[in-house]
């Protein structure tokens, strides 16, 4: 008996001995344990958040966008960038920047012989349509300083007048993080919506800037045109009267009837009354460009001088991918779609419930909150009976979910019809570049061939009734076949000239690189 007592106490002895050992390294495992640095959104060391850090991300935020603001209207004034429409040649653009203002520099321009690129330039610096898009834009850049001016009453509201509070009555302090939260967020979106904002009314500045860029050339192809045939007609004119004195001349021999001398004379003065018509047809192109470049009424405009080269032109393929890329009318599409994006996720955030109860969040209100004499605790100490019984923390939410729903519905009708535009851009982009594929064509076959037979019936006619060969009907036929070959060699260069300029506005972006003929 006393030897199982012995033994008893031995073994207690080995045991608590054995269970203070492990005591003492569970205690020192307890002390010295770390948690994995997974579980931590911030480094161990980093002090938590306080008022003053969440003050200073609300005013990095305003002036990331006052910031935003200043690099937009810098972009206003640039007109030389990658993404412009027609970005103009550096030193005709210094040369004519004091016609901007000045109509008499822009006078002084146009009343003499002048390139395509002057009636180009002075669109971009003068079109009353193009200053009233960049209005547009200035007035969609004042809404970045719109968009804290809000919060910042109500932050300035809240600093003048909560220290005042009395504490009894309804009015309380209406400060801390419940009343800022999330404003640093929503003011970010806010930001975004303006700044789509912007972005569709710079597209529509560039797409004002292409519109006048292409009347520019086409009035200007216009007059070239009517110069061309006014040219052609006179020589024309010049051409019958040598024809009408041979006539005579064989008349008077008895060489030949009186017939051809009329129908020789008829000839002459249809092409007179003709000269008064396309006089009168070229004053109104310059009318059209005094329109365009907003000149006064009396402004003379000289021969406009136009490059004949024709232009490189990507193939059909890399337009298609240029115009759905950065036509201008898709662009402000994609700007509104992303607008309503922002907006959307705006709303969501202010109105769909939380992902917390907001337990813990500070009310900084100036009555007491600590101690003996606290009016109510600093932060929730228990949730809301809704919380707990399956209700939304938010009770009305729902309320405003209708709202989001059509919001969504709205964007996805936004994003069919970007489609469609997208769609609509490809077909006219083939149907343009179809237009001057055909144009080039047959400037080609007028100026390589046809207007050179034509001069060389005309010669051997001429010669040919000269010496009775040829018959009177021949060689009005051959003036009339000259007559139409040249004109229609200026009529397929104006509309080649032209035909490009509506596919560069289709596509959205000039093709300023010509090789030389």
């Known amino acids: 008996m006393k030897r199982g007592l012995v033994w008893l106490v031995v073994l207690m002895g080995l045991g608590t001995a054995h269970a203070r050992g492990d005591y003492r390294d569970l205690r020192t495992a307890f002390e010295q344990y770390q948690p994995p640095s997974y579980l931590f959104h911030r480094p161990v060391d980093t002090p938590s958040e306080t008022p003053a850090d969440k003050n200073h991300a609300f005013e990095a935020e305003k002036q990331r966008l006052l910031d935003l603001q200043a690099r937009w209207q810098e972009a206003l004034r640039d007109l030389s960038a990658s993404t412009a429409f027609y970005p103009p040649d550096p030193q005709a653009l210094e040369d004519l920047e004091s016609a901007q203002t000045d109509a008499a520099a822009a006078q002084a321009a146009v009343s003499q012989p002048f390139p395509q690129d002057v009636p180009e330039v002075l669109a971009l610096l003068r079109s009353p349509a193009i200053k009233a898009a960049e209005h547009r834009v200035r007035a969609a850049l004042e809404k970045y300083s719109q968009v804290s001016a809000v919060d910042d009453i109500l932050r300035r509201y809240t600093a003048f007048t909560e220290g005042g509070m009395t504490g009894v009555g309804t009015m309380r302090g209406q400060g801390g993080g419940r009343g800022q939260f999330p404003f640093p967020g929503v003011l970010a979106l806010k930001g975004q919506v303006v700044t789509q904002d912007v972005k569709a009314a ?20 216009r007059q070239w045109f009517l110069h061309q045939v006014l040219s052609i007609t006179e020589r024309t004119i010049g051409l019958l009267r040598e024809l009408e004195q041979v006539s005579i001349t064989r008349y008077e021999a008895g060489r030949t009837s009186f017939q051809d001398v009329i129908k020789v004379q008829v000839q002459g003065e249809l092409l007179d009354e003709r000269l008064v018509t396309l006089r009168e047809q070229l004053r109104n192109a310059h009318v059209e ?58 709303a969501e955030t202010m109105l769909l419930p939380a992902f917390h109860l907001g337990l813990s969040i500070y009310k900084d209100q100036a009555i007491r909150q600590v101690g003996t004499q606290a009016g109510q605790p600093t932060f929730a100490t228990r949730a809301d009976a809704s919380a707990g019984t399956g209700r939304p923390h938010k009770p009305w939410s729902g309320f405003a979910d209708a709202y989001l729903r059509e919001m969504r519905q709205k964007r996805q009708a936004m994003q069919e019809e970007l489609n469609r535009l997208e769609d609509a851009t490809v077909a006219l982009v083939r149907n343009k570049w179809f237009v001057l594929d055909r144009a080039k064509r047959e400037k080609r076959l007028y100026q390589n061939t046809l207007v050179q037979l034509s001069e060389a019936a005309l010669e051997v006619s001429t ?52 090789r030389e003929e």
């Open 289 to 346: 460009i005094r329109k365009i470049l907003h000149l006064p009424p009396d402004t003379p405009i000289g021969l406009p001088q136009v490059n004949l080269a024709e232009a490189d032109i990507p193939d059909l393929p890399s337009l298609y991918d240029m115009a759905v890329a950065g036509r201008q009318e898709l662009s402000v599409l994609r700007a509104r779609i992303g607008k309503m994006d922002a907006t959307i996720e705006m």
């Open 202 to 221: 710079r597209e529509q500045l560039e797409a004002a800037r292409r519109d006048a860029v292409t009347a520019a050339r086409k009035t200007h192809w």
């Open 463 to 514: 010669s040919g009734y000269e010496s009775d060969r040829v018959p009177f009907a021949d060689v009005i036929a051959s003036y009339t076949l000259w007559l139409d070959a040249n004109l229609a060699l200026a009529d397929k260069r104006s509309a080649y000239g032209t035909s490009l300029a509506e596919l560069e506005q289709a596509v959205g972006q000039s093709f300023t690189q010509r």
